[in-house]
């Protein structure tokens, strides 16, 4: 079997940027509201009920990151999402999650019924 070679320092540094990315929950939110479609920042600073501050300053690190593309129209700033791979992640994440709650939940409801015997 062929051993697997070192993976280059700066190769792990930029993967655990990417990740570190979706680790923080308001911009899991931002892409989510983003999902259908670009928005201005005006509308996603309503649909999250935070400053434009907060909103402007989540935008940028994703913006950065190559995930989401901005354009100007007159005062506003609009905002999509470039990289659809992301969508991916979330869900493998969230499937992953889903059925772990699923078998959580059946060991609750078999201890219950053990608990009624």
Request: glycine share 2%; charged share 25%; aromatic share 6%.
């Amino acid at each position: 079997m062929k051993q697997a070679q070192p993976v280059p320092q700066e190769v792990v540094q930029q993967v655990a940027e990417y990740f570190s990315i979706l680790s923080e929950p308001m911009r899991l939110r931002l892409l989510n509201l983003l999902r259908n479609g670009e928005k201005c920042v005006q509308e996603l600073v309503e649909a999250t009920e935070t400053s434009q501050a907060n909103v402007s300053k989540h935008l940028k690190v994703m913006l950065q990151a190559g995930i989401l593309s901005r354009r100007s129209e007159g005062t506003s700033a609009y905002y999509k999402v470039e990289d659809e791979l992301i969508f991916d992640l979330c869900n493998l994440v969230c499937d992953r999650l889903a059925t772990r709650i699923e078998q959580q939940a059946r060991h609750f409801r078999e201890f219950s019924l053990a608990s009624k015997e």
